[in-house]
């Protein structure tokens, strides 16, 4: 079975978790997890603005590679030294995909129990939302989604107001 888990260490901004619960919404991910106490006390304030958490679980773990079964690769996506990059990175049909936090980075204990680190190259580091879209949007495009292109997806996926149409 082909899933897309998100994992995000010790996130600050309860922006950026609503941000990405949407964009696990947008992706088909199946579960996402954190680590730490700074959203527990935020998480009044996320920004979950499409409610993707009442159909994606948004679970506290204490160790994010212990929160998934063996068959499920951990992959890192960090600016690390030694990294992939991603556009030369081929994803594993079962995903956990750990993000640092904000203001900080990865601890070498989660690094080393990943099966693959990557990174997005850009110059300077994006946030964390964006990493998470960019990282799963590459996912979908290498065809690791179930997603099916086309106009009915267009029409479920607007938002209401939009009636725009190309013409011929």
């Not at 506290?60 to 590679?65: G, T």
């Not at 580091?125 to 495009?141: I, P």
């Not at 029409?155 to 011929?168: A, C, E, I, L």
Request: aromatic share 6%; glycine share 6%.
């Amino acid at each position: 079975m082909n899933q897309a888990r998100i994992g995000l260490t010790n996130p600050k901004s309860p922006t950026n978790v609503g941000a990405v619960m949407r964009a696990a919404g947008c992706y088909q991910v199946s579960e996402v997890f954190f680590t730490g106490q700074r959203y527990l006390k935020a998480q009044k304030f996320q920004t979950d603005t499409k409610q993707a958490t009442r159909s994606i679980p948004l679970s506290h773990v204490d160790f994010l590679p212990d929160a998934v079964d063996a068959d499920t690769q951990i992959v890192c996506v960090e600016l690390v030294e030694g990294a992939i990059a991603l556009p030369e990175f081929e994803h594993p049909e079962n995903a956990l995909y750990i993000f640092g936090p904000e203001d900080g980075s990865l601890s070498q204990a989660v690094v080393d129990r990943a099966h693959a680190v990557v990174y997005v190259p850009t110059v300077g580091c994006m946030n964390l939302a964006a990493t998470v879209n960019v990282l799963l949007y590459d996912r979908l495009a290498k065809g690791h989604s179930a997603l099916q292109a086309g106009d009915e997806l267009i029409r479920q996926s607007r938002d209401t107001n939009n009636k725009v149409r190309v013409r011929d």
